[in-house]
Antibody
Framework: QVHLVESGGGVVQPGTSLRLSCVGS????????MNWVRQAPGRGLEWVAVIWYDGSDKYYADSVKGRFTISRDNSKNTVYLQMNSLRAEDTAVYYC????????????WGQGTLVTVSS | DIQMTQSPSSLSAFVGDRVTITCQAN??????LNWYQQKPGKAPKLLIYDASTLEIGVPSRFSGSGSGTDFTFTISSLQPEDIATYYC???????????FGPGTTVDLK
């Protein structure tokens, strides 16, 4: 049973930074691409970023490009999301999601961590 | 950018009813379309990928079809545990970009 656990959420002020972490277990972490997907309160899902299994490629949604950075440490089975210059509209539950073998769907999800950007 | 529309935005049905949700893309996306179920307060769950392939462990009452710009998701016989919001999601290969539809909330009459 794939297990993904996010951490690092909290309440921060606009313009500040936060780093989220997601630890994976019960699967071979370094064989899968990993993603962050967010959901603003009462809203739909928005894909944020993906990182290839070996960290060689990273892609971002336009809404976060230049502000957020995805990275991974396969020795720790962990994927990160560094979020800088946070805005109120970044307030959301952030989910870590594993890409399926076909790469372009998300076959396992964590429980999410809430980020609130407010003054 | 590819835009996704879903209809209806919400629906109510009886247990045992056949439920159909449609998802439309504003350009041809071949079969690059996936479906997820999200129950309140929970993470989404993959149900169908590549338009019509049922994820392992997902009940066979769920199905998907379509290609190009028009896609359909069907629950053949609605069960109480199917009450949730359903999202379609498309993907572009180059560069990899993923877009979700706005969602369809299904509840019981």
């Amino acid at each position: 049973q794939v297990h993904l656990v996010e951490s690092g959420g909290g309440v921060v002020q606009p313009g500040t930074s936060l780093r989220l972490s997601c630890v994976g277990s019960e699967f071979t972490f370094n064989q899968y691409a990993m993603n962050w997907v967010r959901q603003a309160p009462g809203r739909g899902l928005e894909w944020v970023a993906v990182i290839w299994y070996d960290g060689s490629d990273k892609y971002y949604a336009d809404s976060v490009k230049g502000r957020f950075t995805i990275s991974r440490d396969n020795s720790k089975n962990t994927v990160y999301l560094q979020m800088n210059s946070l805005r109120a509209e970044d307030t959301a539950v952030y989910y870590c999601a594993r890409s399926g073998p076909g790469l372009f769907y998300f076959d396992s999800w964590g429980q999410g961590t809430l980020v609130t950007v407010s003054s | 950018d590819i835009q996704m529309t879903q209809s209806p935005s919400s629906l109510s049905a009886f247990v045992g009813d056949r439920v159909t949700i449609t998802c439309q893309a504003n350009r041809d996306i071949e079969d690059h379309l996936n479906w997820y179920q999200q129950k309140p307060g929970k993470a989404p769950k993959l149900l169908i990928y590549d338009a019509s392939t049922l994820e392992i462990g997902v009940p066979s009452r769920f199905s998907g079809s379509g290609s190009g710009t028009d896609f359909t998701f069907t629950i053949s016989s609605l069960q109480p545990e199917d009450i949730a919001t359903y999202y379609c999601q498309q993907y572009d290969h180059v560069p990899p970009i993923f877009t979700f539809g706005p969602g369809t909330t299904v509840d019981l009459k």
